[in-house]
């Protein structure tokens, strides 16, 4: 190599030589060998990684279907009845002339309103449902009933 530096100091010419010493070769890793397992570690463990992030998704995705089916069955054993039970007193007490018209409209609307979050809720439950059915597919000779309802057997 010959650099040209500057005024103040004088030309450069230097001499490179590399000999390659074929020193304990038996112990030495080719080095496109160990290049093509490190790209096959590195892809081990990005499968590893997104196996993992699927399946913590996926067993939050059971969770919030087994929240939403008990929330879905205390709305209908719970709170629907007692929206009924609530229009029901509200009318009788209208006819009574203890209630006006405006107490047994608010008393209906919050029975519907009800009726509806519970709708809403049933509908968000056969959502994720279709969604873990699809990422689980069960075999055809397996009903879909028994896995439906194998919480409550717990």
């Known amino acids: 190599m010959y650099s040209q530096r500057g005024p103040a100091y004088s030309n450069m010419i230097s ?3 590399s000999v390659p010493l074929q ?15 490190a790209l096959l570690d590195q892809a081990r463990a990005e499968r590893e990684d ?3 992030a699927h399946t913590a998704e996926v067993r939050a995705m059971i969770a919030e279907w087994e929240n939403d089916r008990e929330r879905s069955a205390r ?6 009845p ?14 009574g002339a203890k209630a006006s018209l405006t107490d047994v409209l608010v008393s209906r609307r919050s029975e519907i309103d009800v009726r509806l979050q519970t709708l809403q809720l049933h509908m968000d439950t056969a959502r994720l449902w279709a969604q873990l059915n699809f990422l689980i597919p ?3 000779t397996m009903d879909h009933s028994i896995v439906y309802h194998s919480k409550d057997a717990q």
């Not at 304990?24 to 290049?35: E, I, K, P, V, W």
């Not at 709305?75 to 629907?80: F, G, I, M």
């Open 15 to 17: 001499v490179a030589l």
């Open 75 to 80: 709305n209908e054993h719970e709170l629907l």
């Open 50 to 52: 997104m196996l993992r």
């Open 82 to 95: 007692l929206a009924a039970e609530r229009t029901q007193a509200t009318l009788a007490a209208y006819r």
């Open 138 to 140: 069960l075999d055809d």
């Open 23 to 37: 020193w304990d070769r038996t112990n030495r890793q080719d080095r496109d060998l160990a290049s093509k397992l």
